[in-house]
T-cell receptor
Framework: AQSVTQPDIHITVSEGASLELRCNYS??????LFWYVQSPGQGLQLLLK??????LVQGIKGFEAEFKRSQSSFNLRKPSVHWSDAAEYFC??????????????FGKGTHLIIQP | DVKVTQSSRYLVKRTGEKVFLECVQD?????MFWYRQDPGLGLRLIYF???????EKGDIPEGYSVSREKKERFSLILESASTNQTSMYLC??????????????FGPGTRLTVT
């Protein structure tokens, strides 16, 4: 079964600074990888996804992520954060078989705090 | 845009009550999911459904059941609510297909408190 680790429970970043949120996954085959964001009191919104092809993927709100197979990582980055980026961020992995028997497996989340 | 709605944003129930959480999606998606979200534990899959009247257990199905009588609606049922089921419940839907199966669209969540 697949698993996802987000090593950082909380991260504090100054507004305007760059951001990197870490995600490591465990899965035997090529994974389908996702980053979701959850603003306070809201559901999850998809930021970006990786299925295949170019390992650097662009998402909404200026976010990007890079798939590194050798490191089993899919880290999320943003060059300059805004106060509105304060939220909970979840990395998720899906089984590449497409059978969907396991649905999505989520990490425990990283809480991003933006300092003025 | 895909829209997933959940019947209640906040719900307070008593221990032992039967609780129904409703989820409706408007994109004709075959696949629907129920997760619960708890601080420090992330999202955990309770049940999912690939089609009408079809259901599959997720990682934590104990104490829950589901119903999918219509394609657009997926209900989560707590047969006898307990305090350890106090949580945020999130519904999601996805179109079929190898990749899109896993691109899930989420509702706003129902925060359930069992007293």
């Amino acid at each position: 079964a697949q698993s996802v680790t987000q090593p950082d429970i909380h991260i504090t970043v100054s507004e305007g600074a760059s951001l990197e949120l870490r995600c490591n996954y465990s899965y035997g085959a090529t994974p389908y990888l996702f980053w979701y964001v959850q603003s306070p009191g809201q559901g999850l919104q998809l930021l970006l996804k990786y299925f295949s092809g170019d390992t650097l993927v662009q998402g909404i709100k200026g976010f990007e992520a890079e798939f590194k197979r050798s490191q089993s990582s899919f880290n999320l980055r943003k060059p300059s954060v805004h106060w509105s980026d304060a939220a909970e961020y979840f990395c998720a992995v899906g089984a590449g078989s497409g059978g969907g028997a396991d649905g999505l497996t989520f990490g425990k989340g990283t809480h991003l705090i933006i300092q003025p | 845009d895909v829209k997933v709605t959940q019947s209640s944003r906040y719900l307070v129930k008593r221990t032992g009550e039967k609780v129904f959480l409703e989820c409706v999606q408007d994109m004709d998606h075959e696949n629907m999911f129920w997760y619960r979200q708890d601080p420090g534990l992330g999202l955990r899959l309770i049940y999912f459904s690939y089609d009408v009247k079809m259901k599959e257990k997720g990682d934590i199905p104990e104490g829950y059941s589901v119903s999918r009588e219509k394609k657009e609606r997926f209900s989560l049922i707590l047969e006898s609510a307990s305090t350890n089921q106090t949580s945020m419940y999130l519904c999601a839907s996805a179109a079929p297909g190898a990749g899109s199966l896993h691109e899930q669209y989420f509702g706003p969540g129902t925060r359930l408190t069992v007293t």
